[in-house]
């Protein structure tokens, strides 16, 4: 939903008036076939999915947690310093291990790269 909200922002900035549901749905089916596009341009991409999801993992994790103690400033060794930093380094734990993982699993399977011809 981000993604089609960021389409009708920009839509209704350029244009000044609103999107009608001819607009919204053609945003809808535009960015259904570019997704469809990729997935069958590039079926290897199941395969990283693992590695990345490990390398985006502390955007979701970890960073809201720090930023909290950065910006609230709670008094240091109370519960919810305590909660948020312990929350945070578990993030960043599971980004590591899920990474680990990724990289495990392409090792182990193989990364076989064949464009458009989806299996």
């Known amino acids: 939903m981000p993604v089609f909200d960021n389409f009708e922002a920009s839509y209704t900035h350029r244009t ?14 535009v960015y259904g076939f570019i997704n469809f596009f990729i997935g069958v341009a590039l079926p290897f991409l199941s395969s ?6 490990g390398l985006t993992l502390p ?5 809201p947690c720090f930023m909290w103690v950065l910006i ?5 060794y109370s519960f919810n310093w305590y909660f948020n930093w312990t929350l945070g380094w578990l993030g960043v734990a599971f980004s590591v291990a899920f990474t680990i993982g990724g990289i495990w699993s392409i090792v182990d399977n193989g990364l076989k790269l064949k464009f458009f011809k989806p299996s």
Not at 72 to 76: A, M
């Open 16 to 29: 000044n008036r609103p999107c009608s549901i001819w607009v919204r749905s053609g945003f809808r089916v």
């Open 48 to 53: 990283l999915a693992g590695l990345l999801g």
């Open 59 to 63: 955007v979701t994790f970890a960073y």
């Open 72 to 76: 609230k400033k709670p008094t240091k």
